[in-house]
């Protein structure tokens, strides 16, 4: 899956960077079909470099990685339901991602990354604390994956109690054991060992307990990470994805609401024509290149082709021409490349259904 260090060498372009999505049926067993098709994205790409007027000795070189890369894929273990393959002169990356993205072929200075944003603006790391009176689990999870995490710091009250039964020659399975159950039987030991685990980790924490257990921990424990909010049922009863599912339920109201406060500020500044707000695309674009962006919001279902660079007259149209890039595409890299948060929505949510807003540090 796509992690933040693939994201930064993703940022870093290639010119030409090749960027191919193509979506899987994870119950497609013909692998014949699946070869045809990614075949043809090839060969758009290809056609597309052709166009650009690049030789075929160069063509090939480019493409010729990911043809590997590829072809070292077991599509039948796969259950994701889109590919990415990205590749040029400095990387080649294949990757299939967890939830739906458009069939498309890119070929320009960036790669292609507006297709992963709502992937990207969802992918938020929380952690999940499964509770029972006799048991306790932590896991570090996203909405596509869940990893436990150890929970070993004990109060020193408790840990000498565990040394000394581990000195006793008590069986190791044993001593867990009663680790764990030192633990649980209390919340005050809970939270410190969660607060050990966590450090300095911000990211939020859901509780996933039965009422009685998680209204005692939330009063008990002090941890500025926890949620307010839980799920009410027994963690240990509940297959992972389904635990997984549960705590979502207390998570995506939090990232839909950090979009629709975005949007909010956005409305706002330009209903008093603050000057920390950019709703055209040049100024987005020469902006974004300066580090000025601090949010930056564009359009999922619009493509404005066109050519930027600083100091000359941006134009934009409707259909690609030779050395074109996608200006929604080109802002999203040049902001992401200076740590803005970016987002993508359909144009009707977007302040005045403009193509693109951005909310500006300075």
């Not at 607060?195 to 911000?202: F, R, T």
């Not at 950090?258 to 706002?268: K, M, P, S, V, Y």
């Amino acid at each position: 899956m796509l992690n933040d260090e693939t994201i930064r060498r993703l940022l870093d372009g290639g010119d030409p960077a090749i960027s191919i999505y193509m979506p899987l049926d994870p119950d497609q067993r013909d692998l014949r079909a699946v070869d045809a098709r990614l075949r043809e994205l090839i060969g758009q790409a290809d056609a597309m470099m052709q166009r650009d007027g690049l030789d075929p000795r160069r063509r090939d070189q480019l493409l010729a990685p990911v043809q590997a890369a590829v072809g070292g894929m077991d599509f039948t273990a796969h259950r994701d339901p889109t590919l990415a393959l990205f590749t040029s002169d400095k990387v080649t990356i294949a990757e299939t991602l967890p939830t739906d993205v458009a069939e498309s072929v890119s070929v320009a200075a960036d790669f292609h990354l507006k297709p992963l944003l709502p992937f990207l603006a969802g992918n938020r790391r929380f952690f999940i604390l499964a509770l029972s009176k006799e048991k306790i689990r932590l896991i570090a999870a996203t909405p596509f994956s869940l990893q436990d995490v150890p929970l070993d710091d004990l109060p020193a009250d408790a840990q000498a109690l565990l040394d000394s039964e581990a000195e006793r020659g008590a069986p190791a399975a044993a001593v867990e054991q009663q680790r764990r159950a030192l633990l649980a039987e209390s919340a005050i030991r809970i939270a410190g060992a969660v607060k050990a685990a966590l450090g300095n980790d911000p990211a939020p924490v859901v509780v996933v307990a039965d009422p009685h257990v998680a209204g005692h921990f939330l009063r008990a424990a002090n941890l500025p990470q926890l949620l307010p909010d839980f799920v009410a049922c027994n963690p240990f009863s509940l297959p992972d994805q389904d635990l997984l599912a549960r705590a979502l339920t207390v998570m995506r109201p939090i990232l839909s609401a950090e979009l629709a406060t975005i949007l909010d500020r956005l409305n706002a500044r330009l209903g008093t024509a603050e000057p920390t707000v950019a709703i055209r695309l040049e100024e987005i674009l020469v902006a974004a290149q300066d580090g000025r962006v601090d949010v930056l919001v564009v359009a999922e279902d619009e493509t404005i082709w066109g050519r930027f660079s600083p100091g000359a007259t941006l134009a934009g149209h409707g259909s690609r021409g030779p050395l074109d890039e996608d200006l929604l595409n080109q802002a999203t890299v040049l902001a992401m490349r200076n740590g803005a948060r970016v987002f993508a929505v359909p144009r009707a949510r977007l302040p005045r259904q403009v193509p693109a807003a951005a909310l500006l540090r300075y």
